[in-house]
């Protein structure tokens, strides 16, 4: 045990073995300490690096106790087969809790009516506030801590609102929760929580647009992470008065120092301690020890960060389709709106041969990843689609195509199916459409009618705001029918101009992509 934790969990890691409880070595310390040990337990303070891991001739297992792993190695440690556990469910109620706090902090000025009586003042005029009761909440995010926020609102006597497009009715339902989209909860929402985690989906995902959608009289609560709310967005929303108040307990850059939000009375903010109570340290200290124990009596551990590794030649077989199969489901989810409550995965040919779990685990991360706090990984990847409802359906048939091996990904009645041809992932269908994808780069991919000058005045657009056109495909179901085209773009496309394309006459539907390497599941 190389930081401190709380005495509960020292217990369940001495039933488990001989545990010495160390604290602010060096890494050449540890180095020179780890070999004759089977795990490693840490909090935050300690850094488990590659050469710590090398050393480790018997771990077995690394755990932090808590949720983030940036101080562990973790590539590292699944090179040499070390699993790395941790304890995301352990500061849920903390998290939850604090975001009610916050809501009370922000609906009455709380900390701003604090500060103005220890300077001497009584000005009760300033800070008037707004009852809770009666008012709509909106959740964005109904994952671990939103659904218990939502919880405490329904005792708070608020109607709750959500949007997380991968949870599904029933479970929404279990949380008395109106699913709705986005653009809908913003509409209708008193006040407003935040609860996904960051990724490059969700980064600002709520901006000045979303922002402008809000009522004036509206408070927006964020401690899930930095980055996910627009800060310049929000302080121009705040300072102009089109937004009543914020709340955030996290920010773009910690330790937050002279971020200008502060300058502004109808802000408040905490210093990233939502998961702080004496009760959450607890709880995550002996939710990491289970873990270790369990990863050293044999057993399969609910909360692994990393995969177990397979047979070297089957993961080198396997590496390349997981990647397209997460390609595919990450193009789905940007390609496609909808509720997501079952995916279907159809293996032809060769690999339906071979043990498909890695890809299955891969689908199921590029599908859910934006929108949970879990790392999505072959060990907890089934467990947290059905946490969430998400029904999986596996097929294998033999090769009846054109491909020796098939991927195809059903969801909500669209389907993309993709190979993998010497060695380079392939889209080849999406709906009813024959495509030749590599599924890497920025992509504009519309459905529009079927008529001259469409591709014409969609290249001037392009043109005229110098974004370069790299490749372009396009099918079609008949002569003057439907159509779809992809563009493969060298430059990013900003939202003017993506505005421009989709009032081209005949365009149903515009989708600007961005897809990137998928990284092993």
């Known amino acids: 045990m190389a930081d401190a934790l709380a005495e509960d969990g020292l217990e369940r890691l001495r039933r488990a073995g001989e545990v010495t409880v160390v604290s602010r070595l060096q890494e050449a310390e540890l180095i020179q300490r780890i070999p004759e040990f089977d795990a490693l337990v840490v909090r935050s303070e300690t850094r488990v690096t590659a050469p710590i891991l090398e050393a480790g001739r018997r771990l077995r297992v690394v755990g932090r106790a808590g949720v983030g792993v940036d101080n562990i190695d973790v ?63 909106g959740v964005v995010g109904l994952g671990n801590v939103g659904s218990e926020v939502a919880k405490r609102a329904h005792g708070l006597e608020m109607e709750v609102v959500a949007y997380d497009p991968v949870v599904s009715m029933e479970r929404a339902e279990l949380f008395n929760v109106e699913l709705v989209p986005l653009n809908e909860l913003l509409e209708r929402s008193d006040f407003v929580t935040i609860h996904v985690p960051l990724v490059e989906g969700n980064r600002n995902l709520i901006g000045a647009p979303e922002l402008a959608l809000m009522k004036a009289t509206a408070r927006l609560v964020n401690t899930s992470r930095g980055g996910i709310v627009d800060e310049d967005a929000l302080y121009e929303a705040l300072e102009s008065g089109h937004l009543s108040g914020a709340a955030s307990d996290v920010f773009a850059s910690e330790p937050a120092g002279t971020n200008r939000l502060f300058t502004l009375p109808n802000f408040v903010a905490t210093p ?8 959450a340290q607890v709880s995550v200290a002996f939710d990491v020890a289970e873990e270790v124990a369990a990863v050293l009596a044999g057993d399969l ?10 047979p070297p030649e089957e993961l080198a077989y396997l590496r390349p389709f997981a990647g397209l199969t997460e390609r595919l489901a990450t193009l789905y989810t940007q390609l496609f709106s909808g509720r997501v409550s079952a995916i279907e995965l159809d293996f032809e040919g060769e690999l339906a041969e071979h043990d498909v779990n890695l890809l299955v685990a891969a689908a199921i991360k590029g599908v859910l990843q934006p929108f949970t706090e879990d790392r999505i990984n072959q060990v907890n990847a089934r467990l947290i689609a059905s946490g969430r409802g998400v029904k999986l359906v596996e097929r294998r048939s033999p090769a009846h195509g054109s491909y020796a091996s098939l991927v195809t990904l059903r969801i909500d009645g669209h389907e993309i199916a993709g190979t993998v041809l010497m060695g380079e992932p392939r889209a080849v269908r999406i709906d009813a459409f024959r495509v030749d994808l590599v599924p890497d780069g920025r992509f504009l991919v519309s459905r529009h009618e079927d008529r001259p000058g469409v591709v014409g005045r969609f290249g001037t657009i392009l043109g005229e705001h110098d974004v370069n056109i790299a490749s372009m495909q396009v099918g079609r179901d008949g002569p003057r029918g439907n159509a779809m085209m992809i563009l493969a773009v060298d430059d990013p496309v900003e939202a003017d101009v993506l505005a421009r394309l989709r009032e081209v006459d005949g365009m149903s539907d515009l989708r600007y992509v961005e897809l990137r390497g998928g990284s092993d599941s």
């Open 75 to 137: 590539p590292a440690a699944t090179r040499k087969g070390i699993l790395v556990v941790n304890a995301p469910r352990g500061n849920i109620v903390a998290a939850a809790e604090h975001t009610i706090a916050l809501l009370f902090a922000v609906a009455r000025w709380v900390s701003q009516a604090d500060a103005s009586v220890r300077r001497g003042e009584w000005t009760k005029s300033k800070f008037l506030g707004t009852e809770i009761r009666g008012k709509t909440l």
């Open 272 to 279: 990233h301690i939502a998961a702080s109570t004496m009760e």
């Open 301 to 310: 551990p609910r909360y692994a960060v990393n995969a177990p590794s397979l």
